[in-house]
C-alpha cells in the first residue's frame, strides 16, 4: 500500500490579505448604497410622493438587479475573496443574497404592475399582458425570471435535499441565463439604468465586472491550470470501508498554489466526466503529486475505485480556508469524524507545530471505521501528536460530539479534561454537520474564542 511523508520539496500556498474580506464586503455594501443614490438623483423621492407605487417599483428593481450581480461575484471563484471567505461562508451569503434578489425582483413586478394599471386605469392582470408582450425586452426577461425562479426554487433546503449534486449544479447554470436574459429589458425600457452618464457607466461596469469573473475564474483558470498541470491517475488504493485514496501526478505540481485542508471539484475522464464532485486533499501537497479521498455514496464517488492508472483528471479549485493562513496560535485541536479526516489528516502533516502542542480527536463507530489509523499513529510518533480515538456509538438523549459512554457529563467538562489548555488552542473541526455543531458548542462553552475556531462544510 502507498504511504504519504511529510513534504519533502517547497510548494506554492495561497496568500491570504487580512483586508481583502473587508474590501470585498464594503464593496457590496457600496454597490448597493450608490444604487439607492442612483434613485434618488433621478427624482426617486419626489416621485414616492407622486407615485409612491410605481416609484418603489423602480427601487426595488433596482436593488433586485444589483443583488443578481452581486450572488454571481460572490460564486465566481475569485481567488482573493474566496481565500477571505471560505466556500461553505461564500454560499451562505450568495444564497442570502440570490433569495433576497428574487423577492425584491417580484416586488418589482408588483408594484411596477399595480403601478402602470392605476395609471392607465386598466386592470392588473390586462396590464400586466400589456407589458410583457408590448414593452420592448419584456419577453426576454419574463423568460428570464421564469429560469432565476426555478434557480431560487431549486436552492431551497428541502429541495437541495431531494436533489444530486450534479443535477443541482446543472440547474443552477440557469442563473447565468437568467441574468443575460434580464439585460435587454434593463436597457431598453429601465430609464433608472440610461438615466445619466453615470448611471449608464456604473450599470455597464458592474454587468462587465460580473461576466469578466465569471468567464476568467470560472472558467479561464481552471482551463489555464487544467493545461499546466495535466493531472493524472497515478494509482487507486482501497482504504476500507468504501473509502478509496487516488494518487495523482502531474507537471510543476510546486507550482500549484495549494494547501493542506483545500479541496477541489474533480472530474474524470470517461463516463461521468461531466460531473464533478468536491474531494479534499487527504495529503499535504509535496510538489510530486496530490491524493484525495472519498467514501462510496454514490454513482461518482463509486467510480473512483475503478480509475485505470493513466485516466486523465480535471480540477476546479482549489478551494477552501480550513488551511493554516486562518491560524492564530501555536497550538492545535483537531477534530474529525467519517471521512471528515481527510483534509485534517493534511493539515497534521503540512502545518508546523512542536511535540505536545497538537491533539487529534478521531470518530468512528467501531475500530475497523478509523481511516488513516496507521497513517496517523506514525504522524503521532514522529511529531508528538496526541490522538483521542472517539468510538462507539453516540448518546440518542443530547446532542454530543463524544460516545455514549461519556454521558452525562457535559462535552466542554470532558474537554478541559482531555485538553486543559484548550482556549489556548486553534480549533479546526470537519464532520457531519450536527456532529460538528456540537463540537463548536462544546469548544465556545469551553472557553475558545470565536476567531480560534475554523470548520468549513462542502455546501452547495
Given at each position: 500500500m502507498s504511504t504519504t511523508?511529510?513534504?519533502?520539496?517547497?510548494?506554492?500556498?495561497?496568500?491570504?490579505?487580512?483586508?481583502?474580506?473587508?474590501?470585498?464586503?464594503?464593496?457590496?455594501?457600496?454597490?448597493?448604497?450608490?444604487?439607492?443614490?442612483?434613485?434618488?438623483?433621478?427624482?426617486?423621492?419626489?416621485?414616492?410622493?407622486a407615485d409612491p407605487v410605481t416609484s418603489a417599483g423602480r427601487l426595488t428593481g433596482l436593488l433586485s438587479a444589483d443583488f443578481l450581480l452581486l450572488q454571481l461575484l460572490l460564486m465566481a471563484r475569485i481567488p482573493w475573496v474566496e481565500r477571505s471567505y471560505g466556500q461553505d461562508e461564500l454560499a451562505r451569503r450568495h444564497r442570502i443574497a440570490g433569495f433576497t434578489s428574487i423577492a425584491l425582483l417580484a416586488a418589482h413586478l408588483v408594484l411596477i404592475t399595480l403601478g402602470y394599471a392605476a395609471a392607465d386605469r386598466s386592470g392588473v392582470l390586462g396590464e400586466l399582458w400589456l407589458l410583457v408582450t408590448t414593452y420592448p425586452g419584456m419577453l426576454l426577461a419574463a423568460a428570464g425570471t421564469a429560469a432565476l425562479g426555478l434557480v431560487a426554487a431549486t436552492s431551497v433546503r428541502a429541495a437541495r435535499r431531494r436533489l444530486r449534486y450534479e443535477s443541482w449544479h446543472l440547474l443552477h447554470l440557469y442563473a447565468y441565463l437568467g441574468t443575460g436574459l434580464a439585460l435587454p429589458h434593463q436597457l431598453w425600457t429601465g430609464a433608472d439604468f440610461t438615466a445619466s452618464p453615470v448611471a449608464t457607466a456604473f450599470w455597464w461596469t458592474a454587468y462587465a465586472a460580473a461576466a469578466g469573473a465569471v468567464l476568467v475564474f470560472r472558467v479561464g483558470r481552471p482551463v489555464w491550470l487544467n493545461a499546466r498541470h495535466r493531472l493524472v491517475v497515478e494509482e487507486v488504493v482501497p482504504e476500507g470501508g468504501g473509502v478509496v485514496s487516488v494518487y495523482l501526478r502531474g507537471r510543476a505540481l510546486d507550482r500549484l498554489p495549494v494547501a493542506a485542508g483545500q479541496f477541489c471539484v474533480w472530474r474524470f475522464a470517461g463516463p461521468g466526466r461531466t460531473r464533478g464532485k468536491p474531494y479534499s486533499l487527504s495529503a499535504a501537497p509535496d510538489g510530486h503529486r496530490l491524493r484525495i479521498t472519498a467514501k462510496?455514496?454514490?454513482?461518482?464517488?463509486?467510480?473512483?475505485?475503478t480509475l485505470p492508472p493513466g485516466t486523465r483528471a480535471f480540477f476546479e479549485g482549489p478551494y477552501g480556508r480550513l488551511t493554516g493562513t486562518v491560524r492564530k496560535g501555536r497550538k492545535l485541536a483537531l477534530f474529525a469524524s467519517g471521512i471528515g479526516i481527510t483534509p485534517l489528516r493534511a493539515l497534521l502533516e503540512e502545518l508546523p507545530y512542536q511535540a505536545g502542542e497538537t491533539v487529534l480527536f478521531q470518530r468512528a463507530g467501531r475500530p475497523a471505521d478509523l481511516l488513516f489509523r496507521r497513517e496517523l499513529e506514525e504522524?503521532?510518533?514522529?511529531?508528538?501528536?496526541?490522538?483521542?480515538?472517539?468510538?462507539?456509538?453516540?448518546?440518542?438523549?443530547?446532542?454530543?460530539?463524544?460516545?455514549?459512554?461519556?454521558?452525562?457529563?457535559?462535552?466542554?467538562?470532558?474537554?478541559?479534561?482531555?485538553?486543559?489548555?484548550?482556549?489556548?488552542?486553534?480549533?479546526?473541526?470537519?464532520?457531519?454537520?450536527?456532529?460538528?455543531?456540537?463540537?463548536?458548542?462544546?469548544?465556545?462553552?469551553?472557553?475558545?474564542?470565536?476567531?480560534?475556531?475554523?470548520?468549513?462544510?462542502?455546501?452547495?
Open positions: 511523508t511529510l513534504a519533502t520539496r517547497p510548494t506554492a500556498r495561497p496568500t491570504v490579505r487580512a483586508w481583502w474580506r473587508d474590501a470585498a464586503g464594503l464593496t457590496a455594501w457600496l454597490s448597493a448604497l450608490f444604487v439607492v443614490a442612483l434613485w434618488v438623483s433621478g427624482r426617486g423621492l419626489q416621485d414616492l410622493t462510496d455514496l454514490g454513482p461518482g464517488s463509486r467510480r473512483l475505485a504522524l503521532a510518533a514522529r511529531r508528538g501528536v496526541r490522538i483521542h480515538f472517539l468510538l462507539g456509538r453516540r448518546s440518542r438523549d443530547r446532542a454530543s460530539w463524544l460516545p455514549a459512554g461519556y454521558a452525562p457529563v457535559p462535552d466542554e467538562q470532558v474537554l478541559r479534561h482531555l485538553v486543559p489548555d484548550i482556549a489556548d488552542h486553534d480549533v479546526y473541526v470537519c464532520g457531519p454537520d450536527t456532529w460538528t455543531a456540537a463540537v463548536l458548542d462544546s469548544a465556545r462553552r469551553a472557553g475558545v474564542p470565536a476567531d480560534r475556531v475554523h470548520r468549513e462544510r462542502f455546501a452547495w
